[in-house]
């Protein structure tokens, strides 16, 4: 996304390597948290498939993967975009292992923690075009950062006890579900406060969308607060795919606009 505000370009050799050698990146940190969580995997049904869990594959095996997946990308995203794109997304990886993973089961704060890494991704695509950051680019990065806060939470509300049996430390394993209602429900109206921003600073012209867009971020707020009313498995799952469909949709208008 930061990439596009950079280049407003979709064909462009530079943005296929860097979506390329990002994504190859985030796939060794991904394997490096099947590592780290191998013994907890093995207790939750959601992850009960993954290769560490089924003994298809050795710790080593996947830490040896892990580690050449995550690190080999860095040179090539040098050569290819910049030092500071590459710098970045090494710094995403390793926030997410041992600022997220690794605190999971310590403190409820590994939930704030875990959202950094994709609030940064933005960043990261529009220093590999310039090392200047723009508003735009910034503004996505800070509703990345507050869309991924309620919907950890909701992960955690629709499959707590398999979080408690892994010893998991997210806010509704150690407060109870109520400061999580809460929470949902202050992060959602923070989304639907932040909407306008790129319409009010000059990004966005066209009333109609910008109309859509805040439409969408009430309908967020008003599942929010249902589930803070109403808790069932039902409206968790209802604000769950709607803010899983809500995210790109308001990025990909905001960019296409």
Not at 126 to 137: G, R
Not at 205 to 221: D, E, R
Not at 229 to 244: C, S
Request: glycine share 4%.
């Amino acid at each position: 996304m930061g990439f596009l505000v950079a280049e407003s370009s979709l064909w462009s050799f530079q943005l296929l390597n860097f979506a390329l050698l990002t994504a190859i990146s985030a796939m060794g940190a991904f394997t490096l948290n099947h590592y780290m969580e191998r013994s907890e995997d093995a207790l939750m049904e959601r992850t009960t498939t993954r290769p560490l869990a089924l003994k298809i594959l050795t710790p080593r095996q996947v830490l040896t993967l892990g580690l050449i997946l995550l690190i080999t990308p860095l040179p090539l995203l040098v050569y290819c975009c910049s030092l500071w794109s590459a710098l970045l997304i090494l710094l995403i990886g390793l926030i997410y292992l041992f600022g997220y993973t690794l605190l999971k089961p310590i403190t409820p704060y590994s939930t704030i923690l875990g959202a950094i890494p994709g609030a940064l991704l933005p960043i990261s695509g529009e220093l590999a075009v310039h090392p200047i950051i723009s508003p735009l680019t910034l503004w996505m990065s800070v509703v990345i950062f507050i869309w991924q806060i309620p919907h950890t939470l909701l992960i955690v509300l629709l499959r707590q006890n398999e979080f408690q049996a892994a010893n998991g430390a997210q806010l509704p394993i150690t407060a109870g579900p109520v400061p999580a209602y809460r929470q949902i429900v202050w992060y959602c109206t923070t989304l639907f406060v932040l909407t306008p921003l790129p319409f009010i600073f000059g990004y966005i012209q066209n009333q109609v969308i910008m109309i859509t867009i805040m439409l969408l971020s009430l309908f967020v707020l008003l599942l929010a607060r249902r589930v803070a009313i109403n808790q069932q498995d039902l409206n968790y799952r209802h604000l769950f795919f709607y803010l899983t469909a809500y995210l790109p949709l308001l990025l990909s208008v905001t960019l296409l606009t």
